[in-house]
């Protein structure tokens, strides 16, 4: 049902996973993860539209360039070109977390060709939020070791906002953790450089806004995000927390199934 890809593209090769046919969906995950955040959404997902699940450039299977050149408006040109490359002239976006921060950008930059977005536990990233993240992050951020400790000391810090137990989630973060190296935690900053507030009001797609409730670093500021996109809407998701697109695959599915379900409709 999942069809596996690697695009070239003009910054390199991207690595995407294809599920259904139809009306185009691209979704984007969060730093460090790779498309396996989607693994179980994108075969709902294809039973209606034709899903497709891409590793950002410098995580997952896509090319590594060198540091430095990262920033949301880069990611969100080569998440375009990804599209170009596969022949699709327009598309839904659905992000979570950091990709929900591309969505946001290729909504505004390419308007004519994002038909509809879901942002899912976006951070709303304005002056305010640039100053309290000035410092490179400390999410994800530790130093590799020869005795393996970094990978406890990842499996650490990401715990507390992973369902209690679920080993299976970790996991599968450690993995993609390991293949981002230094952008495990440089996704972060390059977040936190992103200039979005004035970049919000030029969204003129319809917008749906996920907000997982027991995600503490997003659902605090869901009101404040929602009020500088015109027309969009909120719908929560109790108890859902950070890796909610994994934890909650079904809900998950069914609130982008929806959404795009009523657009399409109109």
């Known amino acids: 049902m999942i069809e596996h890809k690697y695009v070239s593209v003009p910054a390199g090769t991207i690595h995407c996973a294809i599920a259904g046919t139809g ?23 294809g039973k209606h539209y034709q899903a497709i699940a891409m590793d950002t450039i410098g995580y997952g299977d896509s090319s590594k360039p060198q540091l ?19 022949g699709i002239a327009s598309a839904s976006v659905v992000g979570h977390h950091t990709g929900a921060v591309i ?34 992050s400390r999410v994800d951020n530790v130093v590799r070791k020869a005795d393996g400790t970094h990978l406890t000391e990842l499996w650490s810090i990401r715990q507390p906002w992973y369902p209690e137990g679920d080993i299976d989630l970790l996991e599968r973060f450690i993995v993609d953790a390991i293949k981002a ?12 450089r992103y200039v979005m507030e004035t970049r919000l009001p030029l969204l003129r797609c319809p917008v749906l806004i996920i907000a997982p409730t027991a995600d503490p670093h997003t659902y605090p500021v869901t009101g404040a995000l929602a009020s500088s996109i015109a027309g969009s809407r909120i719908v929560e998701v109790p108890g859902g927390m950070i890796p909610l697109p994994d934890q909650m695959p079904e809900q998950f599915a069914r609130l982008v199934i929806d959404f795009l379900d009523e657009q399409q409709a109109r």
């Open 23 to 45: 009306r185009p969906v691209l979704l984007l995950h969060q730093t460090p993860r790779s498309w396996d955040e989607y693994r179980d959404v994108l075969p709902l997902l």
């Open 181 to 192: 190296g230094p952008r495990a935690s440089e996704g972060h900053s390059v977040v936190a």
């Open 68 to 86: 430095g050149n990262d920033s949301i408006e880069h990611w969100a040109e080569v998440a375009m070109s990804l599209l170009d490359a596969l």
């Open 103 to 136: 969505a946001t950008e290729m909504a505004a930059a390419y308007p004519q060709r994002i038909k509809s977005a879901v942002l899912s536990a976006s951070a709303l990233v304005d002056a305010t939020f640039r100053a309290r993240h000035s410092k490179p």
